[in-house]
C-alpha cells in the first residue's frame, strides 16, 4: 500500500518565519504534489515534480517554493510566511500519468 | 488551463435514497477524471476514476459517467449508508500532464 507521510500534522509558525513542510513518499513514485485545502475552493495546486531536482508552478505558486534533491522525499518552503498561508496542506504522489494520485494525511498550518 | 466546477456543493439524502455530483470542465484535452472522498480529519482517497475512452464505470454502489460531447462526468451513489457522509471531490486531468484539477467539493450527508 502506498504511504504518503507528512512530518507534521499541525504546526503554527509566526508572520515572517521560513517555514519547510515535508512530504516523503515509499513507493518510488515519479511524480509528487503539493496542494492547500480551503473551505469552499477545494484543492488547489501549488506545485508539482515530474522527477528529480524538477519543479514545475502549478496555480497558485507566489510565496512558495519547492525542493526536490531525492525521489522520495518533496518539501514546501514558504520564504516568508504571511497570515493568508493559514491552510490545510496536502502531499500527494502518483506513478505516471494518469493514475491516481495518493495523498497524506495533511499539515494544518496557522501563522499567527 | 483546466477549470472544474462541481455541483451542489451540499447533498442531504436519506438512508437508501441515491445521491449524484455533476462536474463540468473546460479543456477538451481533459481525458482522466478520478473521485476522491474525503471523511471529516482524514485525506483524500480514490474512490473510482474514468477515462475518456470509456463512457461510464461501475463499481459496486459507485458509479461515474462520462460526456465527453458535453464536457461533463457523474458520480452516482446508490443505496446510501451513513459512512457515505463525506466531502467528494471530482477531477480532471489534461493527459500531457499528471496534474489534477479539482472541483470544490460537495458535502454529503446521509441521514437515517
Known amino acids: 500500500d502506498v504511504k504518503v507521510t507528512q512530518s507534521s500534522r499541525y504546526l503554527v509558525k509566526r508572520t515572517g518565519e521560513k517555514v519547510f513542510l515535508e512530504c516523503v513518499q515509499d513507493?518510488?513514485?515519479?511524480?509528487m504534489f503539493w496542494y492547500r485545502q480551503d473551505p469552499g475552493l477545494g484543492l488547489r495546486l501549488i506545485y508539482f515534480?515530474?522527477?528529480?531536482?524538477?519543479?514545475e508552478k502549478g496555480d497558485i505558486p507566489e510565496g512558495y517554493s519547492v525542493s526536490r534533491e531525492k525521489k522520495e522525499r518533496f518539501s514546501l518552503i514558504l520564504e516568508s510566511a504571511s497570515t493568508n498561508q493559514t491552510s490545510m496542506y496536502l502531499c500527494a504522489s502518483s506513478n505516471r500519468r494518469e493514475a491516481p494520485q495518493h495523498f497524506g494525511d495533511g499539515t494544518r498550518l496557522s501563522i499567527l | 488551463g483546466e477549470n472544474v466546477e462541481q455541483h451542489p456543493s451540499t447533498l442531504s439524502v436519506q438512508e437508501g435514497d441515491s445521491a449524484v455530483i455533476k462536474c463540468t470542465y473546460s479543456?477538451?484535452?481533459?481525458?482522466?477524471f478520478p473521485w476522491y472522498k474525503q471523511e471529516l480529519g482524514k485525506r483524500p482517497q480514490l474512490i473510482i476514476d474514468i477515462r475518456s475512452n470509456v463512457g461510464e464505470k461501475k463499481d459496486q454502489r459507485i458509479a461515474v459517467t462520462l460526456n465527453k460531447t458535453a464536457k461533463h462526468f457523474s458520480l452516482h451513489i446508490t443505496e446510501t449508508q451513513p459512512e457515505d457522509s463525506a466531502v467528494y471531490f471530482c477531477?480532471?486531468?489534461?493527459?500531457?500532464?499528471?496534474?489534477?484539477?479539482f472541483g470544490t467539493g460537495t458535502r454529503l450527508q446521509v441521514t437515517l
Open positions: 477531477a480532471a486531468s489534461p493527459g500531457t500532464a499528471s496534474k489534477l484539477t
Open positions: 479543456d477538451s484535452a481533459s481525458n482522466y
Open positions: 513507493m518510488d513514485h515519479e511524480n
Open positions: 515534480s515530474y522527477d528529480v531536482k524538477m519543479k
